[in-house]
């Protein structure tokens, strides 16, 4: 075992957690993400969705907080290793990494509107 492997699942619950504290603190996006999320899953309860939609809107935001921590973790790479200085590729790959954020949030937002959208015609039938 290297000096790098946790020894249990409690260190390395302990570890993960302090990842999401440290996304939480540090990173804006992840912020408002999660704020949307909030009110993404209230107005599922309010529209009484049934498990299963339930189920895909939660992940379908659970991914785009994924997304936005991976890219994160690129962006603090990239960082260090140009030491903060402007660099064309990292330039581009920040882009990239912002990219991915945008495509999963605008298809979570899809998936949310398509759901409720179904919901809110169903009680004015």
Same mark, same amino acid.
């Given at each position: 075992?290297?000096?790098?492997?946790?020894?249990?699942?409690?260190?390395?619950?302990?570890? $993960?957690?302090?990842?999401?504290?440290?996304?939480?603190?540090?990173?804006?996006?992840?912020?408002?993400?999660?704020?949307?999320?909030?009110?993404?899953?209230?107005?599922?309860?309010?529209?009484?969705?049934?498990?299963?939609?339930?189920?895909?809107?939660?992940?379908?935001?659970?991914?785009?907080?994924?997304?936005?921590?991976?890219?994160?973790?690129?962006?603090?790479?990239?960082?260090?290793?140009?030491?903060?200085?402007?660099?064309?590729? $990292?330039?581009? =790959?920040?882009?990239?990494?912002?990219?991915?954020?945008?495509?999963?949030?605008?298809?979570?937002?899809?998936?949310?509107?398509?759901?409720?959208? =179904?919901?809110?015609?169903?009680?004015?039938?």
């Amino acid at each position: 075992m290297n000096k790098f492997q946790s020894r249990s699942f409690q260190k390395s619950l302990m570890y $993960a957690l302090n990842g999401v504290r440290l996304a939480f603190r540090s990173q804006r996006n992840f912020r408002k993400h999660l704020v949307i999320m909030a009110l993404t899953l209230t107005i599922a309860y309010f529209l009484k969705v049934n498990l299963v939609e339930f189920c895909i809107i939660l992940f379908a935001n659970a991914f785009v907080l994924v997304c936005e921590m991976f890219n994160s973790v690129v962006e603090f790479v990239i960082d260090a290793y140009y030491k903060n200085k402007w660099a064309k590729l $990292a330039k581009l =790959s920040k882009d990239i990494g912002a990219g991915a954020v945008l495509i999963s949030a605008t298809v979570s937002a899809i998936i949310s509107l398509l759901i409720y959208a =179904s919901k809110i015609y169903d009680l004015y039938l």
